[in-house]
């Protein structure tokens, strides 16, 4: 079974600085990786994602994820945070063999200090 | 990106009634679409994969006489609260697959059962 960990529960950073979102998963074969961000009382929006290839993927509002199979980390970067960052981020791992179902991370709240 | 639009956004119902929620897929053909529930500052919970033509496919634990999944087209999926109470309550928000298996949600339908 397919399993992922946010470690961080709330991060908070000032706006300017950087932002590292960890997260690892557990499966057997290469899953399809996911982020996305959810803002308070909203749908979630889709970050980036991962299929194979590159592993270094860009995604919307400057947002990057590198994949990294020895380490099973899909972990998300911003060089400079705006105050609009502030939100719940969700790392999500699907397989095709697994019928594509997505299974969450506990997600990570950030905060953005001014 | 491609857009997954629920209706409606939030619904109020009584006890005991039963209250429909729509997930459309806008802009693309969706043969696989899911259904989470979402507690306050909890991950989403994978309730039901939803296929067209076919009956869904009910995760562990959740009642398929209660919440009732429809996906009659390519485009559309319904969920029906039967019988709801107010345990009921909580945040629905479905996704869609497209057909390059990227996977975008829904704005979510916010129930209140009172």
């Known amino acids: 079974a397919q399993s992922v960990t946010q470690p961080d529960i709330h991060i908070t950073v000032s706006e300017g600085a950087s932002l590292e979102l960890r997260c690892n998963y557990s499966?057997?074969?290469?899953?399809?990786l996911f982020w996305y961000v959810q803002s308070p009382g909203q749908g979630l929006q889709l970050l980036l994602k991962y299929f194979s290839g590159d592993t270094l993927v860009q995604g919307i509002k400057g947002f990057e994820a590198e994949f990294k199979r020895s380490q099973s980390s899909f972990n998300l970067r911003k060089p400079s945070v705006h105050w609009s960052d502030a939100a719940e981020y969700f790392c999500a791992v699907g397989a095709e063999a697994a019928g594509n179902k997505l299974t969450f991370g506990g997600g990570t709240r950030v905060l953005v200090k001014p | 990106g491609a857009v997954v639009s629920q209706h409606p956004s939030r619904v109020i119902c009584k006890s005991g009634t039963s209250v429909k929620i729509e997930c459309r897929s806008l802009d693309f053909q969706a043969t696989t679409m899911f259904w989470y529930r979402q507690f306050p500052k909890q991950s989403l919970m994978l309730m039901a994969t939803?296929?067209?033509?076919?009956?869904?496919?009910?995760e562990q634990g959740v009642e398929k006489d209660k919440f009732l999944i429809n996906h009659a087209s390519l485009t559309l999926s319904t969920l029906t609260v039967t019988s709801a109470h107010p345990e009921d309550s909580s945040f629905y928000i479905c996704s869609a697959r497209d057909e390059v298996n990227t996977i975008y949600f829904g704005e979510g339908s916010w129930l209140t059962v009172v």
């Open positions: 499966y057997g074969a290469t899953p399809y």
């Open positions: 939803s296929n067209e033509g076919s009956k869904a496919t009910y």
